[in-house]
């Protein structure tokens, strides 16, 4: 039992206990365990070392089927309370997942007691607000949105080069959802989440629905929006750099290809979006017009900047 909680620390792509972005708890499973106990390191221990990986070049994304249910009924409120826009989910997904676990990703998917209190009334700040670890947003239907991985080369957080989960230079066995599970058990989307678009009916060429809500109260939409001649594809603004990387001590080397996030940059006016990902817009929610994310089809898809003040915890430090 032993070898196989420190095999589940050591492959799992997203670190556990690393993250201070919601107050999750593991509900009990059927059988009335809790499925946290057998991730969670050793009292006092802390999380395990990061993965020393070297690979610095893409690979084939290699997504799972989602032919399976999940084990726990999806569960989502989401309701206005005075100045607030509060969330409560267990993070169980309305749509099939894929095998977890697996052998890229050794985690059960377990229901979580998650609650967000948002700002009804968010405010665009001057400057935007990155982050490497942490929660950009829900769902609507209350799956969390963390788009990036704890994988960084040589397991060095400081280096700067910071693995793209969406890269496929790291196997993390993410599902056709490109999603994968927390080792406390959270499933959660690193990209565009096909099965809740589907459930949204969403629909190339039309008006994205409404996805979810970022941490900081601004709403999220998929790829499509209103544009100046209408309805349209909104394009990231980032691209590669061109070149090649730096291949000093502890630097990776090789093209700048999409394997780490360093690799990109924001180019002003390259495509339509901002360097958070969104823009001020009118939706059919939003008549009147309001700043909006939107998913992409190229980096960074999911956002990884907040334009807005995000709430307390979104950012793990």
């Known amino acids: 039992m032993k070898k196989l909680i420190v ?5 799992a792509g997203c670190q556990p206990n690393m993250r201070g972005d919601i107050d999750s708890k593991p509900l009990p499973d059927a059988d009335g365990q809790t499925h946290e106990v057998q991730h969670r390191p050793p009292p006092g221990k802390g999380p395990p070392p990061a993965r020393k990986h070297t690979e610095n070049s893409k690979g084939k994304l290699e997504l799972l089927k989602a032919d399976q249910e999940a084990r726990f009924k999806n569960a989502v409120k989401i309701e206005v309370k005075g100045k607030q826009r509060v969330i409560t989910c267990n993070s169980i997904p309305d749509h099939k997942v894929g095998r977890f676990p697996n052998k890229d990703n050794p985690n059960s998917i377990s229901e979580q007691d998650i609650t967000w209190k948002l700002p009804l009334d968010p405010k665009q700040n001057d400057k935007a607000t990155p982050f490497d670890l942490g929660t950009f947003g829900v769902g609507t239907n209350g799956v969390i949105f963390d788009p990036q991985a704890a994988e960084w080369y040589m397991g060095e957080r ?12 790291i196997a993390l066995g993410l599902d056709e959802n490109h999603a994968h599970v927390q080792p406390n058990g959270l499933y959660h989307y690193h990209g565009l989440p096909d099965g809740l678009l589907k459930n949204l009916e969403f629909t190339k060429g039309k008006h994205s629905p409404l996805v979810g809500y970022a941490l900081d109260g601004f709403p999220i939409y998929a790829l499509y929006g209103n544009g100046e001649d209408g309805v349209q594809e909104f394009k990231s603004s980032y691209r590669l750099k061109k070149g090649k990387r730096p291949a000093g001590k502890g630097e990776p080397g090789g093209e700048y290809d999409g394997t780490f996030l360093a690799d990109y940059e924001y180019a002003k006016d390259h495509g339509d979006l901002d360097e958070c990902n969104g823009k001020f817009v009118k939706t059919p929610e939003f008549p009147d017009g309001t700043y909006a994310y939107f998913l992409t089809k190229d980096f960074p898809v999911v956002p990884r900047s907040f334009r807005g003040t995000p709430v307390e915890g979104a950012i793990k430090k």
């Open 7 to 11: 095999l589940a620390l050591l492959m």
């Open 158 to 169: 400081d280096s700067g080069w910071q693995y793209d989960a969406l890269g496929g230079a």
